[in-house]
T-cell receptor, first 113, second 116 residues
Framework: GEDVEQSLFLSVREGDSSVINCTYT??????LYWYKQEPGAGLQLLTY?????DMKQDQRLTVLLNKKDKHLSLRIADTQTGDSAIYFC?????????????FGTGTRLTIIP | NAGVMQNPRHLVRRRGQEARLRCSPM?????VYWYRQLPEEGLKFMVY????????ESGMPKERFSAEFPKEGPSILRIQQVVRGDSAAYFC??????????????FGEGSRLTVL
């Protein structure tokens, strides 16, 4: 079955770049996602990338996809205190009738002043 | 443009009672999904519905759990005879044309169920 793995914790100094990594096992993944969850809140869709793309950039966010290694990363430039949250990687597969996302366990990003 | 609306945000039930969680999808969205998040874990898919139809319930426990998305009104996730292990955050998500078509999936704020 599908599996998505992330490291649990990341600490970064304010102003530095954060890089959150994710690996997945399903070679037929179609879309790969990054969601942000602040304490007690829902999941905010940050960005997603179609599997035929290598990179997607949106303001401070850069997503890199290495499909050969099944590795996805999220880079946050100029990290701010408001970026403190749990970041979830997720993937979906375009099999017929399959509409579900498989999530990683999340990476808790802590910003050091 | 309101997002996915869930209520109640917090629900406390005693063992054996019933829990009903409601979800109104974003305007124009006809695809609804329910996910469960246990403490310190990622989200796990439960069920996918379109209006009046359950499309995929492969993640739903076989007993005590049911979901519906009627022609009119919100989607409902119902948990009968709750047990302590049902304590979790239940998230609803919606999509305009389905995840396979557009990739987009938007989540609500979640309903946090505590079973005493």
């Amino acid at each position: 079955g599908e599996d998505v793995e992330q490291s649990l914790f990341l600490s970064v100094r304010e102003g530095d770049s954060s890089v959150i990594n994710c690996t997945y096992t399903d070679s037929s993944s179609t879309y790969l996602y990054w969601y942000k969850q602040e304490p007690g809140a829902g999941l905010q869709l940050l960005t997603y990338i179609f599997s035929n793309m290598d990179m997607k950039q949106d303001q401070r966010l850069t997503v890199l996809l290495n499909k050969k290694d099944k590795h996805l990363s999220l880079r946050i430039a100029d990290t701010q205190t408001g970026d403190s949250a749990i970041y979830f990687c997720a993937e979906s597969t375009a099999n017929f009738g399959n509409e579900k996302l498989t999530f990683g366990t999340g990476t808790r990003l802590t910003i050091i002043p | 443009n309101a997002g996915v609306m869930q209520n109640p945000r917090h629900l406390v039930r005693r063992r054996g009672q019933e829990a009903r969680l409601r979800c109104s999808p974003m305007k124009g969205h006809s695809h609804v999904y329910w996910y469960r998040q246990l403490p310190e874990e990622g989200l796990k898919f439960m069920v996918y519905l379109q209006k009046e139809n359950i499309i995929d319930e492969s993640g739903m426990p076989k007993e005590r759990f049911s979901a519906e998305f009627p022609k009119e009104g919100p989607s409902i996730l119902r948990i009968q005879q709750v047990v302590r292990g049902d304590s979790a955050a239940y998230f609803c998500a919606s999509s305009r044309q389905g995840v396979r078509s557009t990739g987009e999936l938007f989540f609500g704020e979640g309903s946090r169920l505590t079973v005493l």
